[in-house]
């Protein structure tokens, strides 16, 4: 049973920072693309930063300079660090992932439940 499971979300004032982890857990063969997206109330989900395999990183232009996604392959692990949030940065932020499983689980994008990120002003 491959899951994803993030932390590291919580309150802070506008101009701090947070350290988002996601964790896939499970009979994993390998992962491939790795993504952060985010959902502010009222708002559609949003892509937030993606990073590959080889890790190659994109980023939505409102978070470039900010946020930093990384990844580390030997834990399975991805994470955010968000510098300088700001309150529009407000949302629940979820990780995404492609993955090959060992044996009969599925091939594909598995989704995490998500963490809240929450600015204050």
């Known amino acids: 049973q491959v899951q994803l499971v993030e932390s590291g979300g919580g309150l802070v004032q506008a101009g701090g920072s947070l350290r988002l982890s996601c964790v896939a857990s499970g009979r994993i063969f390998s992962i491939k693309d790795m993504a952060w997206y985010r959902q502010a109330p009222g708002k559609q989900r949003e892509l937030v930063a993606t990073?590959?395999?080889?890790?190659?990183?994109v980023y939505v232009d409102s978070v470039k300079g900010r946020f930093t996604i990384s990844r580390d392959n030997a834990n399975n692990a991805l994470y955010l660090q968000l510098n300088a949030l700001k309150p529009e940065d407000t949302a629940v932020y979820s990780c995404n992932a492609y993955i090959v499983p060992l044996f009969t689980s599925p091939t594909r994008i598995y989704w995490g439940q998500g963490t809240q990120v929450t600015v204050s002003s």
């Open positions: 990073i590959t395999s080889a890790g190659t990183t």
